[in-house]
């Protein structure tokens, strides 16, 4: 992490974090499509997790995770490693002041490594703030398999203003 992005020791408060997870598991509908979870929300970090269902298979032979999904969980992932990242930076705000900074949020770059096929039960997904400026925010994601392997990994710009 730069100087930029939040420094690690921010603890959020259940309210802020209860908020932030139900504007992405429930109120973002195509995270529920993808059964997106958090699992871990740090200022510093995001972890979710997206479960293996028919509605995601990208190569029915196989039962391989659909291209589309792995994109889009890294591209959503990223965009809550902002979210949090814009949180801890203005602590000084109430949860609910904070929750809604997100509106104007958008992506304005994403790029995708596919290193391995995604082949599993459920898969693992990291998210982290590598500079988070007044206008633009960026990311590094990763897409991890159940035995944990690296499947995928991206990069994302975030506009936050």
Do not use: C, W
Not at 130 to 137: E, F, K, M, P, T
């Amino acid at each position: 992490m730069t100087k930029n992005a939040p420094m690690p020791g921010v603890k959020f408060e259940p309210e802020f974090v209860a908020g932030l997870k139900a504007i992405f598991e429930d109120k973002i509908l195509f995270n529920r499509v993808l059964g997106l979870k958090i699992i871990s929300l740090l200022p510093e970090r995001v972890i979710g997790r997206i479960a293996m269902k028919s509605d995601l298979v990208g190569h029915f032979s196989q039962n391989r995770l659909h291209g589309g999904v792995i994109s889009a969980g890294l591209d959503a992932l990223g965009g809550l490693a902002v979210m949090a990242a814009i949180g801890a930076r203005h602590m000084d705000e109430t949860p609910t002041q904070r929750l809604q900074r997100f509106g104007k949020m958008g992506t304005i770059d994403l790029r995708i490594d596919y290193l391995r096929p995604a082949i599993g039960e459920h898969f693992e997904l990291h998210a982290e703030v590598l500079r988070l400026g007044s206008r633009v925010a960026s990311t590094r994601m990763e897409f991890f398999g159940p035995d944990g392997k690296l499947l995928s990994m991206g990069a994302g710009a975030y506009i936050v203003s």
